[in-house]
Nanobody, 113 residues
Framework: QVQLVESGGGLVQPGGSLRLSCVAS????????MRWARQVPGKGREWVGT?????SYADFVKGRFTIFRDDAKNMMYLYMNRLSPEDTAVYYC?????????WGQGTQVTVSS
């Protein structure tokens, strides 16, 4: 059974940093594309970045967010720097496994002074 569990969210001041973690089980991250997305109330889920043979990012996070994978631990991280209030959202990690998309329950990130 595929499971993804995010953690590391919280309240941070503008300009600050956070590291989100994603623990995967039921599959091996080394064999799968992993991704991060975010969602704010009233809006659809928004792609943040993908980790495959290379990493790719949405324009609004380029240069600020970095995805790191630790396949030995079956984990993925999202390092977020220079956060702004517009980054406030629930952040999800996801993968596509056996043809189905799977997402975790999300972790709330709030950027506010």
């Amino acid at each position: 059974q595929v499971q993804l569990v995010e953690s590391g969210g919280g309240l941070v001041q503008p300009g600050g940093s956070l590291r989100l973690s994603c623990v995967a089980s039921g599959f091996t991250t080394v064999d799968n594309i992993m991704r991060w997305a975010r969602q704010v109330p009233g809006k659809g889920r928004e792609w943040v970045g993908t980790s495959d043979s290379d990493n790719s990012y949405a324009d609004f996070v380029k240069g600020r967010f970095t995805i790191f994978r630790d396949d030995a631990k079956n984990m993925m991280y999202l390092y977020m720097n220079r956060l702004s209030p517009e980054d406030t959202a629930v952040y999800y990690c996801g993968t596509t496994y056996a043809g189905d998309d799977h997402w975790g329950q999300g972790t709330q990130v709030t950027v506010s002074s």
